[in-house]
């Protein structure tokens, strides 16, 4: 069974989502694979960001022999045999090393003369530092690509494909289709609507409210109001159809006739030249060969397949196409039941209906997903398309997704802190800013705000260790060794213990001394050496120098030059422990 990441794998470099940074149309690598000049490359970053479907791709489109590896099973007499079909050739295969970290160092030296002599266009992907995991002679051959996780509207539009594929609909916390901006709008995308009609007025009151305002689009705003604004006319139209039923008699005859020997294209265009009884007759018999019952209707013009009553002919080109041909010049109107058939060209007939439904299964047949659900399968994935995919395609097997049964297989978000809207991002810097802020109960607040959540315990515990020595340091350097303790601890405990320790950390971090004098001396003294402050060590001290004196040979100090400038980089403060160390330091110096 191909699996469903695999099923929605780009075909072109204009599908593939993320790494804009590297593949903008004048980005260098985007330049070399479309000039076909495609260099030695190792992509590394997170997983399921793209980096095999991009080798892929470059192999696609630069038509050369794609050679997948594995480090993890790479053997080189089985990269020699794959590579010697094209020795003697004019094609120079792709060589695509997956998990390229796994390489030992003398595979690692076993590609330099491939990659040096371009036997083969070697391209490599990791999870891992390249800096730290391949040689310096592998990297000076190659470029370092670095891929980041997909944002937001990226893991949107790739749920939004994966959805179609699978033939899943979103719908609310209710089951209705759900009507977000540039998802279902009148006019532009198609829906399975059935009982259109009731919901309309459903949407009109949400419209009242902050809901329609941000998932309503512009045009389906636009098209409720002048739906409103018509009902009157409704009855009008009613009453002009009821006057014309007696010369309903006179005109079928003449029109039978000649329908029988008018062009299919040219009998609607002919209906419209009558007088406005005429029309009406006519409309009245489209409506029986429809055999549209009262109060429904076809919306196939709209975009929509389904049924519904009050449908309104809105401002898109269509629907003036439809208005203009029915009235010339007179406005669009609002109509209901049989009269309704007779403005839609297209009006579904009975027998053409069942066709269309034996190939479009109805709303009620088709599989769904929540819009919650969705939003925290993109928000929970950390920006992993793939994990995301994966998880999908396993909530598939449902007829209806919810949140609980994405939260049942996926209880601990993957992601590092952010999501859609920025909401895990918010509270963990509002966690971060209550503890520097001593507040021990807004601090548990938001803790418990992230675990429920689905925060990952160790990202949590991560940040705050970074906490415990950018914001507290040496004022208790005992915060830093419980924060550490902390994040071993979640790490191998977890959900729900996990809640326990992190609130202890938490609360202990609140309730310390602050200090941030570690912060601000190490990006001092940073500053100073991006500004161009770079001094020579001072001879005393260098190796083997003959000249340095050792400080427990004069009783644990002695004095002598230690920078050929002074400089000044820390700050003492007499906040918490640091006072003990100032005092410390004063002695110490004070000792000849």
Request: charged share 20%; net charge neutral; hydrophobic share 35%.
């Amino acid at each position: 069974m191909t699996h469903l990441a695999t099923l929605l794998r780009p075909q072109t470099l204009d599908d593939f989502l993320g790494q804009s940074h590297l593949l903008h149309k004048n980005a260098p690598l985007y330049r070399a694979i479309a000039a076909k000049q495609m260099p030695h490359c190792f992509f590394y970053g997170p997983p399921g960001t793209g980096k095999t479907t991009l080798a892929r791709l470059i192999a696609k489109n630069l038509g050369d022999v794609f050679l997948p590896f594995n480090a993890t099973k790479f053997k080189l007499e089985s990269l020699h045999s794959a590579l010697k079909p094209y020795q003697q050739s004019l094609i120079t295969p792709l060589v695509f090393i997956d998990e390229v970290h796994r390489l030992t160092k003398p595979q690692q030296e076993a590609l330099l003369p491939i990659m040096e002599d371009r036997v083969a266009i070697v391209l490599g992907a990791s999870t891992e530092n390249p800096f730290y995991t391949l040689t310096n002679a592998i990297r000076s051959r190659s470029l370092l690509c670095e891929f980041k996780p997909l944002n937001v509207q990226e893991l949107e539009e790739l749920l939004k494909r994966a959805l179609e594929k699978l033939g899943i609909q979103k719908v609310d916390s209710n089951g209705d289709l759900a009507l977000l901006e540039g998802d279902l709008a009148l006019g532009k995308h198609s829906a399975d609507l059935a009982n259109f009609g009731t919901a309309i007025p459903r949407i009109l009151e949400e419209e009242k409210g902050a809901k329609c305002e941000k998932s309503a689009s512009s045009s389906l705003r636009a098209d409720l109001s002048a739906w409103r604004s018509t009902q009157t006319k409704t009855q009008n139209l009613e009453s002009t159809f009821e006057n014309s039923a007696a010369d309903t008699q006179k005109v079928d005859s003449r029109e039978n006739a000649a329908s029988l020997n008018t062009p299919q294209n040219e009998k609607t265009e002919a209906v419209f030249d009558k007088t406005p009884q005429a029309e009406a007759v006519e409309m009245r018999k489209q409506a029986k060969r429809c055999k549209a019952k009262p109060q429904q209707v076809s919306l196939e013009n709209r975009g929509f397949q389904g049924v519904g009553e009050g449908i309104y002919l809105g401002d898109n080109e269509q629907a003036h196409a439809v208005e203009s041909t029915i009235y010339r010049s007179k406005p669009a109107i609002a109509v209901q039941g049989e009269a309704a058939a007779g403005f839609f060209r297209n009006a579904t007939p009975e027998s053409d209906k069942a066709e269309s439904t034996s190939k479009k299964p109805s709303p009620h047949s088709k599989k769904t997903i929540t819009q919650e659900a969705c939003s925290y399968l993109i928000s929970s994935s950390g920006g992993d398309g793939r994990a995301m995919l994966n998880l999908l395609e396993v909530l598939a097997l449902s007829d209806h997704i919810t949140l609980e049964d994405v939260k049942s297989l996926r209880p601990v978000s993957l992601n590092d802190g952010t999501s859609e809207a920025s909401t895990h991002y918010n509270l963990a810097s509002a966690l971060i800013k209550s503890i520097r802020g001593s507040d021990a109960n807004a601090s548990i607040y938001y803790l418990a705000r992230l675990i429920a959540g689905g925060e990952n315990p160790e990202f949590i515990a991560r940040r705050l260790v970074i906490l415990a020595s950018e914001d507290i340091g040496n004022a208790n350097p005992n915060a830093l060794n419980l924060a550490t303790s902390t994040m071993l601890s979640v790490s191998k405990i977890g959900y729900p213990e996990a809640r326990i320790i992190l609130a202890q950390c938490v609360i202990y971090l609140a309730s310390c001394p602050k200090s941030n004098t570690a912060y601000t001396a190490i990006n001092s003294a940073l500053e100073a050496i991006n500004q161009g402050e770079i001094l020579p060590i001072s001879p005393h001290i260098l190796p083997h120098s003959k000249t340095y004196k050792y400080p427990h040979n004069f009783g644990g100090y002695v004095e002598q030059q230690y920078l050929l400038k002074p400089l000044k980089f820390v700050n003492p403060t007499q906040k918490g422990f640091e006072k003990t160390l100032n005092e410390w330091l004063e002695k110490i110096h004070q000792t000849k």
